[in-house]
């Protein structure tokens, strides 16, 4: 890309420039490694860009988080006596052994995993349990698995790479088991773990998307969904990076959903504000949370395309040009109740719109103001 290789710093602090310093994040989501052709356009993508030393963020294998929430399920409520009776367990192992057959790599790379895997669903049907903190340890796997198989690809045709679990470089969260928030402390700690590799022995780091580890704890925890984005933007403003790349399967934010309006055109920019907005009222291509850590460390994303890397994508940073297009995108929100409270009681009472938040909280409901 263009402009000017920032150093990488802790956090905080300012580094200086040169080839000794990992340059962006380029992550990749599901689908651009749901199989070993993937993998493979990825590596080629990531070949594509010597000049870069990046960090990659990966998510797990197309629907392998879905599959494993579906095994832990059945392993709890459906009376199997084995694993191998859970359909899901049986496709996302085969999934993963298939990848690795196909990319030449020895079964051995996640063969630790697979049964690590195995064991854990066992002890779940033996329970008849699987808790909050369970879940996220289960899900963990998906990550784990990809970012394995995914280094050791990239070792195998000459670029060097070392994989790395976020809850082992420093990603220090709350221990809100299935939607944990990251603390302050992992700026720093993810700061010197991967500035200090680099130095020591420059590979890229292949890093887990969407997990961290409770600060009290010390368990996996997950980020939430989309919660990748979360990671590879966290990585951005611990390292002070150019620029952080999330690649997805559409060629950036776009004018409307394709799925109703099929001549939805790519946005070329966004600031975060806007991005954010969009999030919030259900675009799909970011998570809502995942613009802050860029937003603090003003660090531009650019979102594309892996299955179009030729296309410029969307760049989202603190301004834009203002008078070219004034109106983004539109989102549409689904299956929203609109309730119009009329009372003579509000006025001038103080906590109405309080009680009234209560009682939507009583049952659930999502409040969109």
């Known amino acids: 890309g263009d402009g000017v290789i920032a150093g990488v710093a802790v956090h905080g602090g300012t580094g200086a420039e040169g080839e000794d310093q990992l340059s962006v994040v380029m992550k990749f989501g599901g689908s651009s490694v749901s199989s070993a052709a993937r993998m493979k356009e990825v590596a080629g993508l990531i070949q594509a860009f010597p000049e870069e030393r990046p960090v990659v963020v990966l998510s797990a294998m197309g629907k392998t988080t879905n599959l494993l929430l579906l095994a832990g399920e059945k392993a709890v409520g459906c009376g199997v006596t084995r694993v191998s009776e859970i359909e899901e367990w049986n496709m996302l192992r085969d999934l993963h052994i298939k990848t690795v057959d196909e990319l030449g790599l020895p079964r051995s790379v996640i063969h630790a995993k697979l049964d690590e895997l195995e064991q854990l669903l066992k002890g779940v049907a033996m329970m008849k349990e699987l808790t909050l903190r369970s879940t996220d340890y289960l899900v963990s796997f998906g990550e784990c698995m990809s970012t394995r ?19 082992d470089i420093g990603f220090i969260t709350t221990d809100d088991f299935g939607n944990a928030e990251i603390l302050e402390a992992t700026y720093p700690a993810v700061a010197k773990r991967l500035h200090g590799d680099w130095i020591r022995d420059p590979a890229i780091p292949i890093v887990t998307g969407f997990l961290g580890k409770g600060w009290k704890s010390g368990a996996v925890t997950t980020l939430g969904r989309g919660g990748s984005d979360l990671t590879a933007t966290t990585i951005g403003k611990a390292l002070g990076l150019r620029e952080i790349q999330v690649w997805k399967d559409v060629d950036g934010v776009l004018t409307c959903d394709p799925n109703i309006y099929p001549n939805a055109r790519t946005v070329p920019y966004l600031t975060f504000d806007e991005a954010a907005e969009l999030a919030y009222f259900g675009a799909q291509v970011l998570h809502p949370q995942s613009m802050r850590p860029a937003r603090e460390g003003d660090i531009p994303v650019r979102v594309k395309n892996s299955y179009n890397p030729k296309a410029p994508g969307t760049l989202i940073a603190k301004g834009r040009d203002m008078d070219k297009v004034v109106l983004t995108s539109i989102v ?31 049952f659930s409901l999502v409040r969109v103001c």
């Open 149 to 167: 198989v995914f280094a050791a690809y990239l070792n195998q045709i000459g670029v060097k790479a070392r994989q790395c679990d976020a809850f």
């Open 332 to 362: 549409l929100k689904s299956n929203v109740t609109m309730l119009d409270i009329v009372s003579t009681r509000m006025l001038g009472q103080f906590g109405f719109l309080a009680k009234v938040c209560q009682a939507a909280e009583t």
